[in-house]
């Protein structure tokens, strides 16, 4: 790394404290299917991280530019999925984070969600990564699967530039070979070097990009041991994707968590937390 921003910072996203010594939790359906799945979803998830004492964002995609098949459902499109999502967050009580693609959606979405995620695939995109800086709002950007660790000092400054630092980084897996990505739990701590939170995204890390022909696989079976290990590493945030039916989703099923995994997964994720955070884990 050439750069460091140390201590790492720590910002609110709604009622939820993200960064410093606490571990904090992003969740929900890939994309919004509908208004009431995502509504119990959300209730389900804020409920369960406000026993556990675990800050919480309600995750879920409007409209998913990046399928495999030009079939592949993207979800109820800008007018009615960010409607929704304000729904969502109103009627929840949950603060809210959406992916964006270009700078409209930047503009348009910041208007309905408290954080605006960049795909990982857009990672260098410079327009889009001035776009989401310039709202104001928190910003998660996703570490490209093309990316190295260190590759990202750069991505981070160009949101930094607009004066924007409210930022998460987040780890989904790194391309190995054709159809596959390998997480590297070396990129936690170098990540974490920006002085930023590092979020690790368990479900997309085991994501079969294309895997199943017209649309990605997964093998979400992994997705709890990569978790328990990158918390180990030092993230104090996670990322899944978490469904009613996952065999049933409308994206991304194969990679996502079944709902009534959470709690035990988030309680292990606790344990660890816990046990390493005294002794920050640095390269």
């Given at each position: 790394?050439?750069?460091?921003?140390?201590?790492?910072?720590?910002?609110k996203v709604g009622d939820a404290l993200v960064g410093g010594d606490r571990?904090?939790?992003?969740?929900?359906?890939?994309?919004?299917?509908?208004?009431e799945l995502g509504l119990r979803i959300a209730r389900f998830l804020k409920d369960?991280?406000?026993?556990?004492?675990?800050?919480?964002?309600?995750?879920?995609?409007?409209?998913?530019?990046?399928?495999?098949?030009?079939?592949?459902y993207r979800g109820p499109g800008p007018e009615r999925g960010l409607r929704e999502l304000r729904e969502i967050r109103e009627e929840a009580g949950v603060a809210v984070l959406t992916d964006v693609h270009d700078v409209e959606q930047a503009r348009q979405a910041a208007r309905f969600v408290d954080v605006l995620q960049v795909p990982a695939f857009l990672a260098r995109q410079t327009d889009l990564l001035r776009a989401v800086g310039e709202t104001g709002k928190p910003v998660n950007v996703k570490k490209a699967q093309f990316l190295a660790p260190w590759d990202m000092a750069r991505v981070v400054e160009k949101i930094r530039a607009t004066g924007n630092d409210r930022?998460?980084?987040?780890?989904?897996?790194?391309?190995?070979?054709?159809?596959?990505?390998?997480?590297?739990?070396r990129s936690i701590p170098l990540l974490a070097q920006l002085g930023y939170p590092v979020v690790f995204d368990a479900t997309h890390s085991v994501q079969l990009p294309g895997g199943q022909g017209?649309?990605?696989g997964g093998q979400r079976e992994f997705a709890a041991p990569l978790a328990c290990a990158a918390v180990a590493a030092g993230a104090c945030g996670v990322f899944c994707e978490v469904h009613e039916n996952p065999d049933e989703a409308l994206c991304d099923g194969p990679n996502s968590l079944p709902l009534e995994e959470a709690r035990p997964l988030l309680?292990?994720?606790?344990?660890?937390?816990?046990?390493?955070?005294?002794?920050?884990?640095?390269?």
């Open positions: 790394m050439e750069e460091s921003h140390n201590p790492m910072k720590s910002f571990l904090f939790f992003i969740g929900g359906p890939c994309v919004l299917e509908s208004k369960l991280c406000r026993d556990l004492d675990v800050p919480y964002i309600f995750k879920s995609s409007y409209d998913k530019a990046n399928r495999t098949s030009v079939s592949a930022i998460l980084v987040t780890e989904r897996g790194t391309q190995f070979g054709y159809n596959n990505l390998v997480v590297d739990m017209s649309r990605s309680t292990r994720l606790l344990a660890i937390h816990r046990a390493v955070r005294s002794s920050p884990v640095t390269p």
